[in-house]
């Protein structure tokens, strides 16, 4: 009998168990992963930006564990000498239309009390010289780390401590009664007192296996990159992102330092045809079948057709993509890029079109269900932890004993 089973070893299931064992030590945890290795998905593919709370709603559970994320990440990497940097972010208006855009971020940041600046064209060109842009706003918070090589401390750290990271481990079915939940990974059987679903891309699929009913459901789309070629990294110091149009759910296409020193380019966000699909040609047909049958993606996909269409164009037209680049930076060509590892974000939908927007929680018998949590929940992933290791009923309470 384990204390608590935690489905998924991304970064938030790994922080999870970490909340887990330092508020309960002792406790018997697996983590249970079902790729051969940990972070295999959206944490091993994520941009590597330690976001500092600048977009989200004021109150919302994404602004507070973003900003409390944000030190926790880099308090988590200066004690356990994982490397990252502090670089700071431009978000740059380069049309007339964008500034009161970045007016009202602005305003929506002061309500989240952050430290950022707004800058003149000139105070732009000294950060970062190669940029163009009307104005801007300086985010000095902002910075940069693999989040792989923090997962792989964390379970290092979890190791230590006697936690079990069970690999190759599918989980094929969940039932969950009033004193226990029973995961069958694939004919192997571990009783739990308490179960926690991390999934990411898979995780609406298991909150169904425990019985409970959500009209939530987890839509995959894609993410595709560039790289700067070596002679072109000098173009971008730190990162250069647009001042996002809160019409349409993604960033827009974004210049980020990486910590190895490449620079990367993108995402557009487009239609992954299946959950874990890294490549135009992957498909998975019940993957597809869900995303077609749900009432929810053809309203969203109605009501977001023109920016939509958008991402599809620079998807499968590169110099597309490029202008898209160039109004950051103007000196990027279409022979400075080259294709890079894609991302899959798992974003959860509702059967109304609206995208779940902020991290979202379901709470079962005996589990709770991370169901949504897209970026910037590597940078939260340890808040988001202690959230979940502060839901669950003190051991003690509700019989469940530790050890």
Not at 154 to 180: F, H, K, M, Q, W
Not at 323 to 336: F, G, M, N
Not at 343 to 360: S, T
Not at 371 to 391: D, F, V
Request: glycine share 8%; proline share 5%; with cysteine.
């Amino acid at each position: 009998m384990y204390d608590y089973v935690i489905i998924g070893g991304g970064i938030v299931g790994l922080s999870t168990a970490y909340a887990l064992i330092q508020k309960n030590p002792g406790a018997k945890v697996v983590v249970v992963e079902k790729e051969q290795e940990l972070s295999a998905h959206q944490t091993g593919r994520n941009s590597g930006v330690i976001h500092s709370g600048v977009y989200y709603k004021p109150g919302s559970l994404k602004a507070r564990m973003a900003i409390q994320g944000r030190d926790s990440m880099v308090e988590f990497c200066r004690t356990h000498d994982v490397p990252h940097e502090v670089c700071g972010k431009v978000l740059v208006a380069t049309e007339p239309e964008e500034l009161p855009r970045m007016e009202a971020l602005y305003e929506r940041v002061q309500q989240n009390r952050l430290n950022v600046q707004k800058i003149t064209r000139e105070e732009l060109k000294e950060i970062e010289p190669h940029a163009a842009g009307l104005a801007g706003l300086k985010v000095p918070q902002t910075g940069i780390v693999n989040y792989k090589a923090v997962s792989e401390k964390l379970a290092e750290l979890l190791r230590e401590a006697g936690v079990e990271i069970s690999l190759g481990s599918p989980v094929v079915d969940i039932n969950e009664y009033n004193d226990e939940v029973v995961v069958d990974k694939g004919g192997q059987t571990l009783h739990s007192r308490y179960l926690i679903n991390c999934a990411g891309l898979h995780s609406d699929r298991l909150v169904r296996m425990t019985g409970i009913h959500t009209e939530l459901q987890i839509v995959p789309f894609r993410g595709e990159y560039f790289e700067l070629k070596e002679e072109k990294k000098h173009l971008v110091k730190g990162l250069i992102y647009p001042i996002p149009n809160t019409a349409f759910p993604f960033l827009g296409v974004h210049l980020t330092k990486m910590m190895d020193g490449g620079v990367h380019a993108g995402p557009n966000a487009v239609l992954s045809l299946k959950r874990e699909g890294y490549r135009k040609t992957d498909i998975h047909l019940k993957d597809l079948a869900e995303v077609l049958a749900f009432q929810g993606f053809w309203k969203m996909a109605g009501a977001n057709m023109k920016e939509g269409m958008k991402e599809m164009v620079r998807s499968f037209h590169k110099q597309s993509f490029v202008k898209s680049l160039q109004r950051l930076v103007p000196e990027i060509e279409a022979d400075d890029i080259i294709p890079t590892e894609a991302g899959v974000r798992a974003q959860a939908m509702l059967k109304d079109g609206r995208l779940v927007d902020d991290f979202h929680l379901i709470r079962g018998k005996r589990s709770i269900h991370v169901c949504n949590a897209p970026s910037p929940a590597a940078t939260a992933s340890l808040e988001i932890g202690k959230e979940i290791a502060q839901q669950i009923p003190d051991p003690l309470v509700a019989g469940i004993k530790v050890g």
